[in-house]
Structures are given as C-alpha cells and as structure tokens.
C-alpha cells in the first residue's frame, strides 16, 4: 500500500510514449543486467574455470561453501532489507563484496592462507544474497506483465555477456600457460575492475516508485517498509504454499555448478583452454535466455498454456542433455582422470566434450529464465517480488552450499551426475502444478490497457524524475 493508502498497480498516470527514459524498466533492467554482467557475471567467469582459477580445488570449494550458507540466510533476508534500504545502498554495498572476492585468490596467489579467501567468500553470500534479492525484484516488477520473459531474456544476455567477457580475460591473459598452473595476477585484477565499475554503477538503479512504464503506471508506490513487516512476511513465506512448490526447482537450479565448473571444465581441458569454453557456456546462456523468453511471452495467447509448454520444453531438453552428459561421465572418473585436452587438438577429440560444456550452459539459462517467469507470474509489485525472488535465491544458494561440499568430500563424479539430474527432473512436475495452480491467464485487454483510474495531474517533468 502507498502513502496515500492506494495501491500504486491500480493507479495510471498519464501515457508515456518513450521506452529509452531513464525512468523505464527497459532502461532500468538494461542497467541492472550492466551491474549484474560486471559483478555476478565476472564472478561466474571466475568459478567456471574451476577451483577458482587455482590447481587446488579445496581453497575454493571452502570459499564457496562459506560464500553459499551465508548466501542462503542474506539470500532469504535480503528482499526484505532491499525493501527497507531500497536499491542505491543495498546493491552498492553487495557489489563491493565481489571486489574483496576476487582480491582474495589475488592475495592466495603469493601467501597461500585460506583464511582471508574463506572470510572473503563469506562476506561475498551477504553480499550476493542482497544483490539477487534486489536484481529479482527489479526484474520480475518493473517489465509490463505481458513482456516479463522478454525482459528476463534481456537481462540475462547482458548478465551472461559478463561470463563471456570474463572467460576471454583468463584465456587471453594465460594463453602460453598450458600447463597445470594457476593463473596469473593479472587474471584476478582484471575481474577486480570490472567488478568495481559494477559497484560504481549500481548507484543509477532507480527505486521502484520512480519508474514508470508506457502505460503511465508506476512499478509499486511503496518507498520504504519497515524491518518489523519484513520480518513478519519473510517468516510467512515458509509456510507459503507456492514458494514450496518451487523449493525443489530453486534447490536443483545452483546445485549442478559445482559438478560442470569443477568436473567437467576443469577435468577435461587444460587451463587456457577453460577460458575459451567459458565463453562459449556463457555465450549459450545468453541463447537459451532468448529462446526461452520467447515461448514464455510469444507461443499461445494464454499465459498459462505458455508456462506449460516453457516447462515442457526445458525437461524434453534437459534429459537429451543430461543423457549426453552421462555418455561422457562413464569414460573417465577421479581415479581415472582424462588427459586434458586443448582446443587446437583434433575436431574429434575437442568437439563431443565442447558441445556438452556448450549445452550445460544454454540448459542453465533455459531453466533458471523459466523459473524466475513462474515467479515474476505469481505477483507484479516489487514488495512481493522482492521477498519471492529473495527465498528463491536463499533455497538455491542452500543447494550450492551442499554441492560445494559434495566435491570437496570426493563424491563419485557418476554420483554427482545422478544426483543433479534427478533433482533437476523432479522439479518440472511441482513447477507444473504451480502453473496450474497459481499463474492466471489475463486477457489483452487487462494486461495492456490502464485501468481507468486517474490521478492528480503531473506534468512530464515529474514523471521524469
């Protein structure tokens, strides 16, 4: 409810004709996806090639064990925070983390202590947790009803550009290293200034009740909660029926990293070389975001059928590639490591273990981009949205936390495989039943027309602000 006790979905201002104002959400979400490709995509870059970029895994693996439990408490938490401090300090604040991160494996580099590392990743869950919490609310509130896989779509391109940027800066900066080394300083500075330039641009993200959409509607009208009703309404979301529901596919949908970056990646190719299929994996997700922002919004009339048809498609092609992936998993194992191989060896040899690295990413995007369009379906006002996005964040950094320490602890790799697939499989059936149960259809009428309820006049410059 706003200041003036009306809520502000109800509420239509006059039409706005231009989607390239800072205040839109295509602006807005641009700008989110910019924070999210020099942060959380550069940090994804970092974990792809495996242990972080170090010859042992265990330094990372601990990190990352330390970074996801806090990552699931703050991830839980930080919808509420992001509704009582709003967006300029809860994301530069995350942002910032993700710079400690990176300088942490720098200063491993020459002292190899974990303690500073292990501190670092801790603090980066607080940080990702208030960062994810506020990038869903943003994303899943400010797009037209209508439109909200699209915009999904686009941000997660711009989001995954970050992962293939950040795949050539290891490829490029250790490419006459092709033995089983870490990489070099230079590697972990260079992730450091984009992911300090996504501090700094955090601080252009609007609040919610700024941004207006081209109908003349405002995203939500609520400027500030307070912790105690944050408090009240994050304890509910534990008995909410429909986020439930949807613990099994959070769970599953950070769970697999764990196993393609550290036994897939870092197995079967030599270091530079895991620089180049990073990009190609993040360059998938950015495929897979597009493919399925456009089933969700484009492929029936119905909203409802379309998040049917969204869910099925993702299964059909998630167990094609699973499958793919257990072909492969049977030809090696920990006691049988592979011969890392190179991209300049033979087509044959490179190709069937590039495409599958290749598909794990499109698979990813695909899966995640559909989850949150269940999400961003079950309500349209940031305050819902924020706290919905926040305990999906909090379950899927649980999960991670768990597989992290899965590989540390020397799991069968055929096991971890078996393991992510089910979890992933398991999950279409409850998102199935969220759809049906939860995701209404709105005709075109409703999605796209204001309602006609007016306002107080306001000239264009205040729209603007």
């Known amino acids: 409810m706003g200041v003036d006790g009306k809520d502000e979905e109800s509420v239509t201002q006059l039409p706005v004709k231009s989607r390239l104002r800072y205040n839109s959400p295509l602006v807005q979400v641009t700008l989110i996806g910019l924070v999210c490709f020099c942060c959380p995509g550069m940090y994804g870059a970092l974990a792809g090639m495996g242990g972080g970029g170090q010859v042992d895994h265990t330094i990372a693996n601990n990190a990352n064990t330390a970074l996801y439990a806090t990552f699931a408490i703050f991830g839980i938490l930080g919808g509420g925070i992001y509704n009582v401090l709003g967006p300029h300090l809860t994301l530069a604040a995350s942002c910032s983390t993700y710079v400690l991160y990176a300088g942490s494996f720098l200063y491993y580099n020459h002292h190899k202590h974990q303690t500073f590392v292990i501190v670092a990743g801790t603090l980066l869950g607080v940080g990702a947790g208030l960062l994810w919490a506020a990038e869903g609310a943003i994303m899943t509130s400010y797009p037209p009803p209508n439109r909200k896989g699209t915009y999904i779509a686009l941000f997660w391109s711009i989001f995954n550009m970050g992962g293939v940027i950040g795949g050539l800066i290891p490829f490029i900066l250790n490419y006459h290293r092709t033995e089983a080394v870490s990489v070099n300083d230079a590697t972990y500075i260079g992730f450091m200034c984009f992911m300090t330039a996504g501090t700094l641009l955090s601080i252009s993200i609007l609040p919610p009740f700024k941004v207006i959409r081209e109908d003349g509607t405002r995203c939500t009208n609520i400027k500030y909660s307070s912790a105690f009703t944050e408090a009240r309404e994050i304890l509910k979301l534990f008995l909410n029926w429909k986020m439930l529901l949807i613990v099994p596919a959070a769970w599953a949908s950070n769970f697999f990293y764990t196993y393609q970056f550290n036994n897939v990646n870092a197995l079967l190719f030599n270091l530079r070389t895991r620089g180049l299929t990073n990009i190609f994996y993040w360059g998938a997700q950015m495929l897979g975001s597009v493919v ?38 049977l030809t090696y194992s920990l006691s049988e490591l592979p011969q890392p191989l190179d991209f300049k060896d033979s087509g044959k040899t490179f190709a069937g273990p590039f495409v599958l690295y290749f598909s794990y990413g499109l698979l990813d995007a695909m899966f995640q981009s559909m989850v949150y369009w269940v999400i961003g379906a079950l309500a349209d006002d940031s305050e819902t949205l924020s706290r919905y996005s926040g305990f999906c964040k909090g379950v899927m950094s649980a999960g991670a936390a768990v597989a992290w320490q899965v590989d540390t602890h020397r799991v069968r790799l055929l096991s971890q495989l078996i393991v992510n697939w089910s979890l992933i499989t398991v999950s279409y059936p409850f998102l199935m039943l969220l759809v049906m149960l939860a995701v209404k259809d709105e005709n075109k009428t409703k999605e796209e027309t204001p309602k006609d309820v007016s306002l107080p006049p306001t000239d264009e410059t205040s729209i603007a602000k």
């Open 292 to 329: 399925i922002g456009y089933i969700m919004d484009f492929s029936f009339k119905s909203r409802r059928i379309r998040g049917f048809v969204g869910i099925a498609v993702v299964a059909l092609i998630s167990t094609g590639i699973w499958a793919g992936g257990l072909a492969k998993q």
